[in-house]
C-alpha cells in the first residue's frame, strides 16, 4: 500500500489585496467630506433664518413705533378751534375734508373730525392728507356734515394706551361714564357752530347692527339705546336732542364695536 502526498499550490497574487486607485480616498474620509459639506449648508441655513426672523422682528418693532408715533402725534393740536374763536383751523394744512372739532373733557379725545366720500379714505389717512397706519377720526360718509341728522356716527382706530378711539374703553365702565359725560362739537372749518355734549351711554355691539350702523336709516335709535346700552343714564329733559355716536373696534374681536352716544346739545 501506497501512501501518496497531495500539494496544493497558492497563488500570491490570489490572496494579496487589490490595489487601490491612486489618489481615490478612503471610503471613511469621503464620508468625512460629505458631513463636512452638510455642517456648512446647516450653519448658513441656520444664519439665513436667524436673519430673516431678526428682520421681522426689527419691522415688528418698528410698526409697532411708527403706528404709536402716528397715533401719538398732537401736532394737529395747535390749530384746535375755540367757541366763538375758531382759531386757525381755515388756514391750518388739515385737508378740506375737515368738518368739526371734537373734544371730550378730561379724556385723550380731543381731534379734528375728517369725512371722505366714502368709509374707507380715512382709514389710512391723517389729518393731513399724508399715509398713516392709525388714520383719522371721520365722520360717517352717510351723515351731513353740519351734523344736522337727527343721528350722527363717528369712527376711529382702537389704538392702545387710549389713543384715538381707544379712549372709549373707559366708557363701559359706568362711574367714568359719569364722571366723563360733557364735551364739545365745534362744526365747520371757519367754526360756524358749536354745540355743547352730553355722554349718556355706552355700549357693545355687531358691527352688523343696522340700527346703529346706518344712521341716516334707523329710526328710533334713542329708544334702541335705552334698551340695548350695556350703562345708560336717563336724561328726561334731553330726550329728542340729536345723537352723536362714537365707534371703535372692540380689541381682539374684529365683529364687536363699541360705541359711546352722546346728546349734541344747542
Known amino acids: 500500500m501506497s501512501n501518496s502526498v497531495q500539494t496544493t499550490t497558492i497563488n500570491p497574487a490570489a490572496t494579496a489585496p487589490a490595489p487601490s486607485t491612486p489618489g481615490a480616498p478612503e471610503p471613511s474620509d469621503r464620508a468625512r467630506r460629505i458631513w463636512k459639506k452638510l455642517n456648512v449648508y446647516y450653519e448658513r441655513t441656520l444664519l439665513a433664518v436667524f436673519v430673516v426672523l431678526l428682520l421681522i422682528v426689527l419691522y415688528c418693532l418698528y410698526d409697532t413705533w411708527y403706528v404709536y408715533d402716528h397715533a401719538s402725534d398732537k401736532s394737529f393740536l395747535k390749530y384746535r378751534p375755540s367757541p366763538g374763536n375758531p382759531g386757525s383751523v381755515a388756514d391750518s394744512p388739515i385737508t378740506d375734508d375737515y368738518v368739526a372739532w371734537l373734544t371730550i373733557d378730561d379724556t385723550n379725545i380731543d381731534y379734528p373730525v375728517m369725512q371722505g366720500q366714502d368709509n374707507t379714505k380715512y382709514l389710512n389717512l391723517d389729518p393731513y392728507g399724508k399715509y398713516s397706519l392709525s388714520g383719522s377720526i371721520f365722520l360717517d360718509s352717510r351723515n351731513k356734515k353740519d351734523f344736522s341728522d337727527e343721528y350722527s356716527l363717528v369712527y376711529g382706530h382702537h389704538m392702545e394706551y387710549g389713543k384715538m378711539f381707544g379712549a372709549l374703553d373707559d366708557f363701559l365702565n359706568e362711574k367714568y361714564l359719569k364722571s366723563h359725560s360733557e364735551g364739545t362739537l365745534i362744526v365747520g372749518k371757519e367754526g360756524t357752530s358749536a354745540y355743547s355734549l352730553k355722554v349718556f351711554a355706552s355700549m357693545r355691539s355687531s358691527a352688523k347692527d343696522k340700527m346703529i350702523f346706518s344712521p341716516t336709516e334707523s ?36 365683529m364687536t364695536r363699541i360705541i359711546v352716544f352722546a346728546y349734541i346739545l344747542e
Open 219 to 254: 329710526t328710533g335709535t334713542e329708544d334702541y339705546i335705552k334698551e340695548n346700552a350695556d350703562y345708560y343714564v336717563d336724561h328726561p329733559e334731553l330726550s329728542g336732542a340729536r345723537i352723536l355716536g362714537l365707534s371703535t373696534c372692540s380689541e381682539g374681536d374684529s
